[in-house]
């Protein structure tokens, strides 16, 4: 006998992801950011801060997107003058990607925006049981 919808684990995350999703681009639309906006500048903000400065793959690698999709969103943060693409010295057909000053300042106001819609969602769960079931359902093969 199949499961009721509200005894069914896929569509109560369905449910609780449009819900999460919902509170993600409402407290991004003031700062003029999609979602996934938001993701890859965090990402490129991130890993500019840690040293390094990624081409679109390594990018499209830490924020678990789509390359192509990642190279369309990544204009639009261009055009907004939020990243900048600067040639590799070592491989003049590449590019590297740095947040420009612009997108420095935006980039810890998401964070800090996402992270409060982030505790707001969350805060019927103990933060590490939600963290430790998101990593398991995350990377399930570790």
Known sequence: MPLSPGD????LLWH????WRRDIAT????????????????CTWWLNNQGEHPHQQALARQAGTDVKMT???????????????EIDPADTR??????TDTGADLAPRAI???ERADARFF????LGDAVALLGRLA????
Do not use: C, M, W, Y
């Open 27 to 42: 407290s991004l639309a003031p700062l003029d950011l999609t979602h996934v906006q938001f993701v890859l500048l965090a």
């Open 139 to 142: 990377h399930p093969e570790t």
């Open 8 to 11: 069914n684990p896929g569509f």
């Open 71 to 85: 190279s369309q969103v990544l204009r639009i943060l261009e055009r907004k003058g939020l990243i900048e693409r």
């Open 16 to 19: 609780a992801t449009l819900r």
């Open 112 to 114: 800090a925006a996402v």
């Open 123 to 126: 805060h019927p769960v103990p």
């Open 94 to 99: 590449a590019k590297r990607l740095r947040v």
